[in-house]
Nanobody
Framework: QVQLVESGGGLVQAGGSLRLSCVAS????????MGWYRQAPGKQRELAAG???????NYADSVKGRFTISRDNAKNTVYLQMNSLKPEDTAVYYC?????????WGKGTLVTVSS
């Protein structure tokens, strides 16, 4: 099993920044992919950003140029730096970690962007 602990959410004004962190523990021998998904009220969960073990990244079009995903393999941690935040970025952000056999989700951290 893999356990995920997310942190860094909160309330920020439009134009501000936040940095999310997600620490993985447990059976983390072979993490292939780490990502951040988000779910706004009344909407489906969607990918915000992802990063492979090799460092390749992908982003939702809506966050390109504003969000940056990174990972520290030594610390089993993935980060999401969010800049120029907009009210439409308000959502619960979920960490997602995939190994060869597991697909694990964190409990989520709330990001609220006020206008």
């Amino acid at each position: 099993q893999v356990q995920l602990v997310e942190s860094g959410g909160g309330l920020v004004q439009a134009g501000g920044s936040l940095r999310l962190s997600c620490v993985a523990s447990g059976n983390i021998f072979s993490i292939n992919y780490m990502g951040w998904y988000r779910q706004a009220p009344g909407k489906q969960r969607e990918l915000a950003a992802g990063i492979t073990s090799g460092g390749s990244t992908n982003y939702a079009d809506s966050v390109k140029g504003r969000f940056t995903i990174s990972r520290d393999n030594a610390k089993n941690t993935v980060y999401l730096q969010m800049n120029s935040l907009k009210p439409e970025d308000t959502a619960v952000y979920y960490c997602n970690v995939r190994t060869v056999v597991l697909n694990t989700w964190g409990k989520g951290t709330l990001v609220t962007v006020s206008s």
